[in-house]
């Protein structure tokens, strides 16, 4: 059970990691000596399609570093699966969610497909594979 307490972390350095990305993306737009314009940029409409796919990166980055930190300061907190539409009786969760907080799942359903694979074909590193959400509840029903 130790190792749920520091699942937190994860988002917390995923958070961190996307907010850097973000500043590195950024640092010329707002390092220029003519840095009010540049930033302005970041969210002017403009026909580059190399320029719009950059401002959706960065946007992506800093909405990735804002949910993610919301989710690690929930798991720190034990609060926060309503806000996600977690159902607390049978685990369901809304497609809207998925859609919503795509930065939260995607890593987390990749973090646990490789944790599973890692687990089945690396005997000796066993690790466990979650088959029980609540007591007497098991994945496999």
């Not at 002017?44 to 719009?52: H, I, R």
């Not at 907080?101 to 466990?128: A, C, K, R």
């Amino acid at each position: 059970m130790g190792a749920v307490h520091g699942v937190y972390l994860k988002y917390v350095g995923l958070s961190a990691v996307s907010w850097m990305g973000n500043l590195y993306l950024t640092k010329d737009d707002f390092t220029n000596s003519t840095s009010i314009i540049n930033s302005r940029s970041l969210l002017s409409t403009s026909c580059s399609s190399e320029t719009f796919w950059r401002k959706v990166f960065v946007w992506g980055l800093a909405y990735s570093g804002l949910v993610n930190g919301g989710i690690a300061l929930g798991f720190f907190l034990h609060r926060g699966m309503k806000l996600i539409g977690k159902n607390s009786k049978t685990g369901y969760i809304p497609l809207w969610s998925y859609l919503l907080y795509w930065p939260f799942y995607i890593p987390t359903t990749l973090y646990t497909f490789l944790h599973t694979l890692i687990g089945i074909y690396l005997p000796s590193h066993q690790v466990p594979v979650v088959s029980q959400v609540l007591p007497g509840m098991s994945l496999h029903e």
